[in-house]
């Protein structure tokens, strides 16, 4: 009596777990550097004239439905000092105090690494220091297929500045793998799932 009773105690903090979990991550957010993006009332990504003025240049900006806390959020190789060389940085902005606010994704372009997206414009020369610096955060996952999951808390860059009890979470796609390496990966797939298929044994008479 006494295990079914725990059980089911265990069962009911573990829902109640579960429930509280997907509140707290109610807004989750998805961005890569092509452009694209998805979650509740986020734009496409679309080139634009910087509006933080970080780049002279185009760059690639994604609209917010709300009011975000400006700041930098850089992404970084594992192992790699706070100091450099980074690989992303992405931008929080409000274009208009108080409206709605913007991700700006910047990438880093080298001569090892040309520009090959839309978020390839280069880095910003200078950070935005907010809540009281920019936030560092390593990369995860292979070369060519990596990115970050960051979770802006209240009063932290990209949270909501009206909403302060939301917690807002960015899955930043960093390096998307090219068509090419994901159609050779689907047909060895195929071929190793082909391969490994049973097959009809023949009854001999």
Known sequence: MIMKTSAKILSVLGCAYAMTTASLFAQVYTIDEFGNSSGPGISPGAMQLDPSGGLTVPVL?????????????????????????????????????????????YSDVSPSDPADALADTGLPSALIIAHPNPTFINEVGPEGNNGAVYTANPGFPGSSATSGGTVVQYNIISDVPEPGAVALTFAGTGLLLFTLKPRQQTNVQ
């Open 61 to 105: 900006v994604y609209n917010l439905p709300f009011p975000v806390v400006i700041g930098d959020i850089v992404l970084m190789e594992p192992g790699q000092p706070t100091t450099g060389p980074w690989s992303d940085v992405i931008r929080f902005w409000e274009p208009v105090p108080n409206g709605p606010g913007q991700v700006i994704f």
